[in-house]
C-alpha cells in the first residue's frame, strides 16, 4: 500500500510519503546520530531519535553495509591516534558498539572489502589524508586488531595546486565487483588501483587512472546502463581543487587489473560561472541515470546556502551534461546521500551542522522542494574541520 501511494503521489508531482525512514550523521562533537524521517510534502517530520559515542573524537566517515545491519565508522583524530568502530544497526536505526580498533588517526575514509565473517568482510581498508597512506585491517574489530598492510604513496614533486604538496588519499572505495579497490589520491590527481585478494586481504597496486593537472580528485561514484552487468561500466569522480566532475570508462580485463580512461571533465557549475573564492567540490552520487555533485562555500542561493549540481548520464555512451544547478539549502555540504527509491537527497552541511531532506524526481532526476530541515549539534566554523561529517540513509 505504501508503495502505491508513493507511485500515486509521484504521478501528481507531489512529494511522496514515507511510512518511516532511518538516517545516520556523525558529527565533529563525537557523536553519531540516529534520526528518523516520516512523512512527506508540509506533513514530513525529521527528529533526532539518538545519539551514540565511541568512535573517537573527529568521526569523519560512516560507511554502511550492504545489509544495512552493521556501520563503520572512521575516526580523522590528528593527534597521532585515532579509531575504527563498528556499530550493529537496530530496526529504529539506533546503534550499539560491536567493536574498535586503534589506528595512528588522520584517516578520513575507510570501506570493508574481501571475505570473512564481519557482515561477510574480512577487511576494512581506511586512508590517511595528510600521512599520505593506505592502512587495512583484519575484522572483526577488537583491542588485538592489527595492520594487514600499510603502503605509502609518494610522488615527485608537487601539484599545480599549493594543496598538492604531497599525495592526499581521500576515499577508499570498491568497484561493483568487489575486486578492486580505488583510491582517488587529491595531491597526486590519480585515481589509485588496487586487485584485491579477497582471502588475504592483500592488496596489489595497478596502473592509475591520471586525472588532470590541479583537479584534485576526491571521492567516485559508478554508474552502468544495466544493474547488475559491468558492461559500459563509469566510474564518476568529483575534483575537489577544479571544482569538476570527470567521467572515466572502466575495462575488465580476463586477467589482471582493472584500467580506467578519463573521457570528460565538466564543471560542477553552468557553463559561463566561475567558482567562488575558497568554493570547494566535495562529493558525488548516482541515482538512475543522473549524477549529482555538491559545493561547498559558493553560497550560490543566498547567505549560507550552497549548491548541488546535477547532471544527466546519456545510456548509450555514459557521457555527462549539465543540467542545473540547485539549493542544498546547507552551508558547506560536506556529504549527501540519495534513498535506493530514489525520491529523497539527504543533505549534510557541515558548517551549517543540519541535515536537510530535498524531494528528487526518479523520472527526471530533478530535485524539488526542502521537505525538512534538522540542525544536529552544534554549528562548525566557516572552512574548519568541525561541525557535520557525513549523513546516509539507513536502507
Known sequence: MGSFKTLILGALGLAPEVLGANLLAAHYTGKIFSLSYTGGGKNATLVNKSS????????????????????YCIDEDWNGSGLIASYSVGPDGSLKQT???????????????????????????????DPSTLTTYKLPLNNSTSIVQKLKFNMTEPGPNSR???PHPHASQLDPTGNYLIVPDLGADLIRIF??????????????GKA???????????????SGSTLGQRLYTVNELGNSVSAWTVTYPDGGCLTLKKTQTLATYAEGVTPPNGSKAAEVHVSGNF?????????????????????????????????????????????????KAGTL???????????????????????????????????????????????VWVE
Open 52 to 71: 551514540i559515542g565511541g568512535c573517537g573524537t573527529l568521526p569523519a566517515w560512516l560507511q554502511l553495509s550492504t545489509d544495512a545491519t552493521t556501520v
Open 99 to 129: 567493536g574498535k580498533a586503534l589506528t595512528s588517526g588522520a584517516s578520513v575514509h575507510g570501506s570493508p572489502f574481501g571475505k570473512g565473517d564481519d557482515d561477510g568482510y574480512g577487511f576494512i581498508a581506511t586512508v590517511q589524508y
Open 164 to 166: 598538492q604538496n604531497a
Open 195 to 208: 586487485s584485491i585478494d579477497a582471502e588475504t586481504g592483500n592488496l596489489t597496486a595497478c596502473e592509475p
Open 212 to 226: 588532470d593537472p590541479g583537479d584534485g580528485p576526491r571521492h567516485g561514484a559508478w554508474w552502468a546502463p544495466n
Open 291 to 339: 549524477l549529482y555533485a555538491a559545493n561547498r562555500a559558493d553560497e550560490t542561493f543566498g547567505p549560507q546556502n550552497d549548491s548541488l549540481a546535477t547532471y544527466s548520464i546519456d545510456v548509450d555512451t555514459g557521457d555527462i551534461k549539465w543540467v542545473e544547478a540547485t539549493p542544498a539549502h546547507a552551508w558547506f555540504p560536506r556529504s549527501f546521500s540519495i534513498n
Open 345 to 391: 537527497v539527504a543533505v549534510g552541511g557541515q558548517t551549517s551542522s543540519n541535515v536537510a531532506i530535498i524531494a528528487r524526481d526518479p523520472e527526471t532526476g530533478k530535485l524539488g522542494d526542502l521537505l525538512a530541515n534538522l540542525p544536529v549539534a552544534t554549528p562548525g566554523t566557516p572552512q574548519q574541520e568541525d561541525g557535520l561529517s557525513t549523513v
